[in-house]
Structure formats: C-alpha cells, structure tokens
C-alpha cells in the first residue's frame, strides 16, 4: 500500500509489486519484504540456526508424509496375489487417497489459522502414523480403503502448512529457494520411497513398507514435539498508528559489501511493512517452553477460511493459474505412475516391486535437476529483473522460467506413453519420467512462488484451493485411467494427454502480459480477504 493520502495510488496499487532493490545508492541495497518487526520472537528476525532447524523438520515432515502416500503402488502386485484385489480396487483406493488429499485442507487449514501451525503439524503426523498402521493390517477392500482415506486426510495439509510456514520465516528475495527445498523433498519422498519400498516388499513383504513408515513417524513425531517451535507471529503493538513510511531494513549486497548491513531510512513505494512494535520497546525473547506451546490462538473468525479458497480459485488469476500448472502436473505424474505399477508387471517388461520401484530413480534425478531452475536461478532472476526495472519487483518477473515447460512437459508425457504403448526398451520409459521430473520440479517451484509473491497474506486459502484442484484432478484420472486405456488406447491417451499440457504450460505468456493488470483489479478483494489474518504481513 503506498501513501495513505494519495487516493488515486491506492487503485493502482498492486498487490506483490514492491521495491526489491534501491538502486539510488552507490551500492545495490536489497530491500527486506516483508519488512520484519522489531520484536525478537518474530521469526523474520530469528537466527539462521533457528530457520534451519525449523524447516529441516519441515522437510522431514514433509518428506515422510509423501513417502506414505507414494510407496503403495510397488505393493500392487504382490496384494493382487495375497489380497485378491483387482486392478480397479487399487485404482479405486489411490483415488480415495487423492480424494481425502483434497478434502483434508478444508477441515484442517482454518485451524492452522486459527491455533497455529504447531499443533497441526502433530495432529498430521500423529494421523499419518496411524493410518500406516492401518495399512500394515489391512486384510478386506473396506480396511483398505478406509486406511487410504485416513492416509490422504493425514497428508492434506502438508503442502499447505510447509509454504505458510516458509511465508512466515523467510524473505520474498529467498521465496524460490525455500519452496524449491520442498519440492526437492517432495520428490524425494514420492520419487525415492518407492524405490526403498520396492526392495522391502521384496526381502520382507510388503506389510513391512507401513511398519517401517510408522518407525519413522515415530520419530518425526518426537523431534516435531521437543523442537519445532509455532511459527505464527502474533505481534505487540505499541498503540501507534502504523504508516507506510516507517523504515525498511536494506542489506547491501554488492559484492564487496555482503557481509555489510544497512537501515534504509526512506520510503519505499508500493510496500507495508508488517505490523511493528516500537524500536525502543523491550521485548523479552520467548523461553524454550513458551516457543513450545501447544497452541497459539487469535480471535480470528474461522468461516472466511471455510470459503476464501474456493473464491480465490475463481477469482485470482495467479491462484487459478497455480492451481491449474501444479494439479496437472502433479495429476499427470499420478497417472504416469499408475501405469507403470499395472502395464510394468507384464509383458515385455515383467517387473517385479524391486523394478517398479528403481524407474523413480529417473523422475528424482530430473527434479534435482529443475531444483535450480526453481529456485535458485528463480531468486537470482528477480534481482536481476528487478534491478532492470528501476528497483521494483514484479512477481510475473518468476514466469519466464516456467516456459521451458511447454517443451519439457509434453515432450516427455510422450516420451513415456508412446514407448509404454510400443513397449519400447524400459530406459526410454526412464528417460521420459525423467525429464517429467525436472518438469514437476522446475514449474511447480516457478508456480509456488509466484503465488506466494502476488498474494502472501492469503497463501494459506490459496493454496487450500490450488491443492483442491490438484487432488480432484487425480482422482478423476485415477477412477478412469482404466476405462480410459480401454477405450483410447495408450498411444492415443498420451498424446491427448501431452496436447493439453501443452496448452495449460502455455498460461504463463498472458500472465506476463496482463498478470499485474490483474493483481491491481483484484487488489481490493486481497485486502478484504487478508484482514481476516491475525499479524499479517501485506507486501
């Protein structure tokens, strides 16, 4: 928000567009957004140990949490002969999977709100532990699919919670980094589980998958309950008014000067820094009990949270964009896998669980490939492109790295499906998941940030909806995929399939031409939205 007595600023202005760097020193400065407090206990101001400690338990969460929901499909096989489950049953219980994904965030996001996001990191992971048990003694259809139902609701949040926890602890200028840090873990989860899994199903069965994650659930329930401290800063306030005039903190980062950190005193356009306490105000830093707390509740209301997804999905062009790039690409990779569990097993490639698990190596080598494409080479890009445009940041300046995806993307949908349908050798199958790796790495990091930069103060509904969209895509493809084979053929499904990638990569060509024009039509709607949130942080 720029100054409050220039009316006609205010409708120009657009949420995301800040001063990123102030270009009129004698040294390129690096304007922190959102602007941290004075308080202590603001995790902006906390240490590098404590950022670090925080989201390596993030990551471990996370990292567990896609474990669970991917290793099952190395398990088909051998539950078609114990089980006695069709292909179709399977099917059927993924897709319930995806669908308690989808639904999970509606119930459990407002609290994350509400009592912040330490209490539901434990209530996840505890979900999540039990419904591996569940698995590990799962003997009927209906145990079965109730087993995966929890799983999914377990695992709903975990997208959702670790970007708000990345919002509330790091810089717009380290955004990319963070959520690419995710993806990477993401992937490694749901890439590299399978390949572990693959090997216990065949040395130990596999019931020993699900006990082996209830070990390690076990464990990331213990480290998040003693370390993970609440994110959630609900700030001390002074009883002054707050104007867009307070200072912003800059750090220098020429190169001679890094190490160096500076106060710029003058006004940045375009920027509200967050709510502040006084500098002259002494705030003791909270003990380790206190960083602990079970919860930490505001007297925020929690139905906006029920409905605000929903309408930013239909409503915010970059919510809708994100929703439509991730979940089909994440969609894709779901039906990819599925086909690949079920076509593998037979002729001419006869796979057993320890081969259906080893083709993930490939998407994981892609996706620590696309690791600098979306993160890394993304923050460097925006201070580059930020610095070409007179200091000012622009979240679109992220897009132009998300284009290589309209090649990537549908050239190795194709590359997997034609060579399954013409069962071609098994590395040119590996070779496409591969690079589909790097696609799912490289545009869901690009996609992820961009959202963040263009409406932080609602990233926990956004991204309730974007996730929504993402699950409800596969678990339609999922309950067809079948049906879908039968009737098209696999040649024919992929390449319906890499067309309509290609067109969804493209979404990025008029987002880079009228993507601010819409941030600053919708700018009214974001700030109704983002009063709802209890120690905001509009930039």
């Known amino acids: 928000m720029v100054n409050e007595h220039d009316d006609r600023d205010e409708y120009f202005w657009a949420p995301g567009t800040v001063a990123l760097e102030d270009v009129h020193r004698t040294s390129d400065q690096l304007v922190l957004v959102p602007a ?46 114990e089980l006695g ?80 926890t990345v919002a509330d602890m790091f810089f717009v200028h380290q955004h990319a980094t963070m959520n690419e840090w995710f993806v990477i873990f993401q992937s490694a989860g749901a890439f590299l589980g399978p390949v572990a899994s693959g090997y216990i199903v065949d040395s130990q069965g596999w019931r020993w998958i699900w006990w082996w994650c209830v070990i390690f659930f076990a464990i990331t329930l213990i480290c998040v309950i003693f370390l993970f401290e609440e994110s959630k800063f609900v700030p001390v306030l002074n009883g002054q008014s707050l104007v867009s005039t307070t200072p912003a903190q800059a750090i220098d980062i020429s190169e001679d000067s890094k190490a160096k950190s500076t106060i710029d005193h003058e006004t940045t356009t375009e920027q509200t820094p967050a709510s502040r306490v006084g500098t002259n105000l002494e705030i003791k830093p909270k003990t ?87 993160g890394y080479l993304s923050d460097k890009s925006i201070l580059w492109l930020s610095k070409k445009n007179g200091g000012i940041y622009e979240p679109e300046q992220r897009l132009w790295l998300a284009l290589p995806s309209v090649v990537f993307g549908p050239a190795s949908i194709l590359l997997f499906g034609l060579g399954l349908a013409y ?87 008029p987002l880079l031409i009228w993507g601010k024009k819409a941030r600053i039509a919708t700018a009214a709607r974001y700030r109704k939205m983002s009063a709802n949130q209890i120690g905001r942080r509009t930039v």
């Not at 567990?64 to 929901?69: A, G």
């Open 36 to 81: 941290p407090s004075a308080d202590p206990n603001d995790p902006l101001n906390w240490s590098n140990a404590r950022k670090i400690l925080n989201y390596t338990l993030v990551s471990f969460f996370v990292l567990w949490t896609f474990v669970q929901l991917d290793i099952g499909f190395t398990a088909w096989g051998p539950m078609e002969e």
């Open 85 to 164: 489950f069709s292909v179709d049953i399977l099917n059927a219980g993924a897709a319930v999977n995806y669908g308690g994904l989808a639904i999970g965030c509606f119930f459990f996001i407002p609290l994350v709100h509400k009592y912040g996001r330490r209490p539901m990191y434990l209530f996840s992971t505890a979900l999540q532990l039990a419904s591996c048990i569940w698995q590990a003694q799962t003997f009927s259809v209906g145990s079965f699919i109730g087993a995966n139902l929890i799983s999914g609701l377990g695992g709903a949040i975990s997208e959702v919670i670790a970007q708000i």
């Open 288 to 374: 380790y009990f206190e960083r602990m707390a079970l919860v930490t509740p505001t007297n925020e209301s929690l139905l906006p949270h029920f409905w605000q997804p929903i309408e930013t999905l239909f409503t915010f062009p970059a919510v809708t964009y994100a929703a439509i790039t991730y979940g089909s690409t994440l969609a894709w990779f779901a039906m990819m896998t599925s086909l690949q569990a079920t076509y593998m097993l037979m002729p001419p490639y006869n796979f057993n669980a320890i081969g259906i698990g080893l083709m993930n190596l490939a998407p994981f080598v892609g996706a620590v490939l696309g690791f600098p494409v979306g």
């Open 423 to 509: 069962g071609v050798h098994w590395s040119c199958l590996a070779i496409g998941f591969g690079v589909f790796g790097f696609t799912i790495s490289s545009v869901s990091g690009v996609s992820l940030s961009y959202l963040m930069d263009s409406y932080q103060d609602i990233i926990g509904d956004a991204l309730v909806g974007v996730i929504f969209m993402r699950n409800i895509i596969s678990v339609i493809i999922l309950f067809v995929i079948t049906p879908w084979v039968n009737g098209m053929g696999m040649r024919n499904l992929h390449i319906l399939a890499a067309v309509v990638a290609f067109f969804l990569y493209l979404i990025p060509v």
